[in-house]
């Protein structure tokens, strides 16, 4: 295959897309991505990308739609706050270090998806970390695999609006954007990659049924295959997600992300095509639990 059958840029970009690097669906600036200078100037951290600036842009500016869609469909979502119990804020400074606590996790699994998470700060932190994995995979470019993963891990009360909203941003125009097919399938010879990988997770408030947690995270996305314009890069983010406890566990009422912290880049050298279609391909996932 060819570069040219690769979709690329062009004037087929989702409804709420600008040139505006920050911009986001709706214009609701929900979310800012800080995109590394093109040429060979580097990023500030000595990576010397070799993609030219306006594909990074693309491929970024994509990661920000979807995550202002989420975000969007969770506008004045939300439920009870009080909970059945006293709310408290969680000092982050009195946070326990991400180390396992000896509690078993997780009791079973909603098909693919992790769940019977413990109805507790733990069980929260293990959920959120699970669905944050979820939310970010490449499953969620194919409208059934999307459509499970909704049901699997948001509220009932948020889950009609979540897929709503996300059933417009996955669409053909988006597809184009991100170099995959009309139908959201990666062209022949190159592999789509997308994948959230939770480095830690922490609560910021909690109820008795209510509670609010950050997963700090590092991510990858974009098409791996010889000459692709879309290259795979990563990024670091924090998701925030509020739960609710429905029907025995953790559910998501709402998601948002924000860039950072994100350490100083290496010196290793950029892995081939090949190379990360393999990994990929070869590397499964995990369930991620305290």
Avoid at 91 to 110: L, M, S, Y
Avoid at 137 to 145: G, I, Y
Avoid at 264 to 287: K, L, M
Wanted: aromatic residues 8%.
């Amino acid at each position: 295959m060819s570069q040219g059958d690769e979709r690329g840029y062009g004037g087929n970009e989702p409804a709420g897309h600008t040139d505006d690097a920050y911009s986001t669906l709706g214009g609701t600036r929900q979310t800012r991505t800080r995109l590394p200078r093109g040429g060979d100037e580097g990023d500030g951290y000595g990576r010397r990308p070799a993609r030219n600036s306006r594909s990074l842009i693309m491929v970024v500016g994509v990661v920000v739609l979807l995550i202002a869609a989420i975000a969007f469909a969770n506008q004045g979502g939300g439920g009870d706050t009080s909970g059945n119990g006293a709310e408290k804020a969680t000092d982050a400074a009195g946070a326990g270090p991400t180390a396992a606590t000896g509690t078993k996790p997780v009791q079973g699994r909603n098909g693919t998806i992790a769940s019977g998470f413990a109805h507790d700060e733990q069980g929260a932190q293990s959920a959120a970390a699970n669905y944050a994995v979820a939310l970010g995979s490449a499953e969620m470019f194919d409208k059934t695999q999307r459509d499970g993963i909704l049901d699997a891990v948001i509220a009932p009360a948020s889950v009609e609006k979540f897929r709503t909203t996300l059933d417009k941003a996955y669409s053909i125009g988006f597809f184009r954007n991100v170099g995959l097919n009309d139908d959201g399938t990666a062209p022949a010879g190159f592999t789509f990659v997308s994948r959230t990988t939770p480095i830690g997770t922490k609560t910021t408030r909690a109820s008795a049924d209510q509670t609010t947690v950050e997963v700090w995270c590092s991510g990858l996305i974009g098409l791996a295959g010889e000459g692709s314009t879309k290259p795979v890069t990563d990024g670091w983010f924090t998701i925030t997600m509020e739960l609710q406890w429905v029907d025995g566990d953790w559910k998501a009422l709402t998601h948002s992300q924000k860039d950072g912290p994100a350490p100083v880049g290496g010196d290793n050298r950029a892995s081939s095509a090949d190379e990360i279609a393999g990994a990929v391909n070869g590397f499964g996932g995990f369930t991620y639990a305290r």
